[in-house]
């Protein structure tokens, strides 16, 4: 079952890269031609906004060079000095304004612009200063003078630098089409530009799709065969922890009975002998106090061995089974350490297979060991539970508890747990 979920997600794996490989071009493809109709309508609303900001600062200075001539006119028929002066000072303002507009004038790109606005600048001026000199020579003139004059100086450099403004603009209308022109074939060759893309990206795509769906079929034949290779070794490891744990075991198992057969029935032997010594010496009248020393270290040497005999390999479990083993080492915990236990147990049979038995007391007696060495706990509680297809153990302390620091190597973290 795990095998054929990997197969799958291998398989996904490699479908889901094909795709993301194809979305990227897809989207790439759309963000580059959205980008290129973008800049061609900014450039289109840049073009349209230069034109129509020079149309109306050419339309502005015409009319204050038409309202020039109109203060001209007016200071010839009204030469009083009041009025002069009046007139003279609108005109400078006039002037003023129109070479503003001149500077803010904004550069189209049409042919001989820069000549065309120079001469229109030299043309202002020529009209600004003849119409101050016909403001200074306005006093003592007749009307037929005025006529003359209006129509021989001051008509002719108007006409003049209207003329010059009117053909700008038209020019400019020329050059404004041009450019729409421009731009809008420049927007037909962007539109080309991405249908010729889409279509890369499509065939792009497509071809990802076949080499994506190739690299999978290799993957999963490539991945059986890792994941036989693999289950044969697991097996073989599993065989492999098997015999070592039994081979461990049944070393413990003859150790203990060593110990408790053997080193025991010694030790049994020589209490026994110091005991009929202590009583034959006391009956003689003499003192067995260095005896009883002897007995003590006896006494405790056939505690140790009977401890080592227990934790090697206790024989209740091989005769009363689980639980009871359990149940013993609790009290055990509680007796040394002052660690309040309780042991629980849910539809546990009397007897369990072997191994498992085995295993569950090894994980018992190396949690508890952690518990009294390390956890600093007041209490501590064991529960067996028998599910469906497997035992349930569960062991729980109030204690300070601890971090698996996965970044440390096994060694430097201990063999507890493992």
Not at 1 to 6: A, E, F, G, Q, T
Not at 76 to 87: I, K, R, V
Not at 105 to 117: C, I, K, N, S, T
Not at 246 to 259: M, S, V, Y
């Amino acid at each position: 079952m795990p095998h054929s979920r990997l197969e799958r997600w291998s398989f996904r794996a490699a479908l889901a890269s094909g795709f993301c490989v194809t979305l990227g071009l897809w989207l790439y493809t759309g963000y580059a031609f959205t980008q290129r109709i973008e800049q061609v309508r900014n450039q289109a609303e840049q073009v349209a906004t230069r034109y129509n900001r020079a149309q109306e600062l050419l339309s502005t200075v015409r009319a204050q060079v038409l309202l020039a001539s109109i203060r001209a006119r007016d200071a010839l028929l009204d030469p009083n000095p009041a009025s002069l002066a009046q007139h003279r000072y609108a005109i400078v303002e006039s002037a003023a304004m129109i070479e503003k507009l001149l500077d803010d004038y904004p550069a189209l790109g049409v042919p001989d612009e820069a000549a065309r606005m120079r001469a229109l600048r030299e043309e202002i001026q020529r009209f600004h200063t003849t119409s101050q000199q016909i403001i200074a020579e306005a006093v003592g003139r007749s009307p037929q003078q005025i006529r003359e004059v209006l129509n021989s100086m001051l008509v002719p450099r108007r006409e003049a630098a209207l003329a010059i403004s009117e053909e700008t603009a038209r020019l400019n209308r020329a050059g404004f089409i041009r450019q729409q022109t421009e731009i809008g074939e420049i927007h037909r060759i962007a539109e080309a530009e991405g249908r010729q893309r889409l279509g890369a990206a499509l065939v792009v795509g497509l071809g990802v799709l076949m080499l994506t769906s190739l690299y999978a079929s290799r993957l999963e034949s490539r991945l059986r065969a890792q994941m036989v290779r693999d289950a044969r070794l697991s097996l073989e490891l599993q065989q492999m922890a098997a015999k070592v744990l039994n081979a461990q075991e049944e070393e413990r198992r003859t150790i203990a009975r060593e110990l408790h057969d053997e080193v025991g029935q010694v030790l049994t032997a020589i209490r026994v002998e110091l005991d009929v010594a202590q009583h034959a010496i006391e009956a003689d009248g003499g003192s067995a106090k260095m005896l009883e020393e002897a007995q003590t270290i006896t006494d405790g040497a056939l505690q140790t061995v009977r401890n080592l005999s227990q934790l090697l390999h206790p024989s209740a479990l091989d005769d009363l089974g689980l639980a009871p083993v359990i149940d013993a080492a609790l009290r055990g915990l509680s007796r040394r350490s002052k660690i309040k236990t309780a042991f629980e147990q849910v539809e546990v049979p009397s007897r369990l297979p072997r191994e498992v038995e085995l295993a569950a007391y090894r994980i018992v007696q190396e949690a508890l060991n952690n518990v009294a060495k390390h956890a600093q706990a007041t209490e501590c509680r064991v529960r067996l539970t028998k599910l469906h297809d497997r035992l349930l153990l569960e062991i729980e302390d109030n204690g300070v508890g601890f971090f698996d620091d996965t970044d440390r190597p096994i060694m430097a973290r201990g063999l507890g747990l493992v």
